[in-house]
C-alpha cells in the first residue's frame, strides 16, 4: 500500500495542527496503521496507533490526552489531531500501514510507510 502523509507546518508552542495520510488501496481496512516520528538526531519513535475499525487506539505516554488518532476507512484516510503541541513535538512525522486488523506499535511490524511530514512547534 502506498501513503501520502500531509497536514505539517510550524505552530507555536500550545498549538495545534491535523496530520492526513491518504492511503492507495481499496483494502485499507485491512491494514492496521500507525503514526511515529523522528526528530533530528534521535531514533524513529512509536506515537500513535489504531485498528482497522477504528475500535482500538493506543498512544505513545509523551502524547496520551493531546493526540488523537482516528480513521475513515471509506476515505482510506488515518487521521492524526494534535493538540497542546510542545517543542518537544517537533519531529518528522511519518504515517505507516501494518498488515492485518490489530493494533501494532513496533516499527518492524510495519510494511508500509510515508514519506514523512514536518511538524516543527516553536516555543
Known amino acids: 500500500v502506498q501513503l501520502q502523509a500531509s497536514g505539517g507546518g510550524s505552530v507555536q508552542a500550545g498549538g495545534h495542527l491535523r496530520l492526513s495520510c491518504a492511503a492507495s488501496?481499496?483494502?485499507?481496512?485491512?491494514?492496521?496503521m500507525g503514526w511515529f516520528r523522528q526528530a533530528p538526531g534521535k531514533e524513529r519513535e512509536f506515537v500513535a496507533a489504531i485498528s482497522w475499525n477504528g475500535g482500538s487506539t493506543t498512544y505513545a505516554d509523551s502524547v496520551k490526552g493531546r493526540f488523537t488518532i482516528s480513521r475513515v476507512n471509506a476515505k482510506n484516510t488515518v487521521y492524526l489531531q494534535m493538540n497542546a503541541l510542545k517543542p518537544e513535538d517537533t519531529a518528522v512525522y511519518y504515517c505507516?500501514?501494518?498488515w492485518g486488523s490489530g493494533v501494532r506499535i513496533r516499527t518492524v511490524d510495519f510494511s508500509s510507510w510515508g514519506q514523512g511530514t514536518l511538524v516543527t512547534v516553536s516555543s
Open positions: 505507516a500501514a501494518s
Open positions: 488501496e481499496r483494502t485499507f481496512s485491512s491494514y492496521g
